[in-house]
């Protein structure tokens, strides 16, 4: 059974940061890309970095430069650390995993807020 675990989500103050995690069982982890997505309320799901098997990433123009995606093959985790966060990063953030199939977390609450 394939699982993806996100933690680290809370509420932290603008200017802030947070570093989440996704640990991934019952897949070859090494074998799939990796990205974090989120999803504020009444909006769309939305990329915010992608991290392939080689470890090239890609990341959302609202998000370059303060967040940075990063994976542990041999602890099938894979990292967003998030820093200078702003208001606007407030939503659910979800971890998916692509190779062929695709997986999704269950997502982790991130609130910006004074």
């Known amino acids: 059974q394939v699982q993806l675990v996100e933690s680290g989500g809370g509420s932290v103050q603008p200017g802030g940061s947070l570093r989440l995690s996704c640990v991934a069982s019952g897949i070859t982890f090494r074998a799939y890309a990796l990205g974090w997505f989120r999803q504020a309320p009444g909006q769309q799901r939305e990329l915010v970095a992608t991290?392939?098997?080689?470890?090239?990433?890609l990341y959302g123009a609202s998000v370059k430069d303060r967040f940075t995606i990063s994976r542990d093959n041999a602890k099938n985790t894979v990292f967003l650390q998030m820093d200078n966060l702003t208001p606007e990063d407030t939503a659910v953030y979800f971890c998916?995993?692509?190779?062929?199939?695709?997986?999704w977390g269950r997502g982790t609450q991130v609130t910006v807020s004074s």
């Open positions: 998916r995993a692509v190779q062929g199939l695709t997986y």
């Open positions: 991290i392939s098997r080689a470890g090239d990433t």
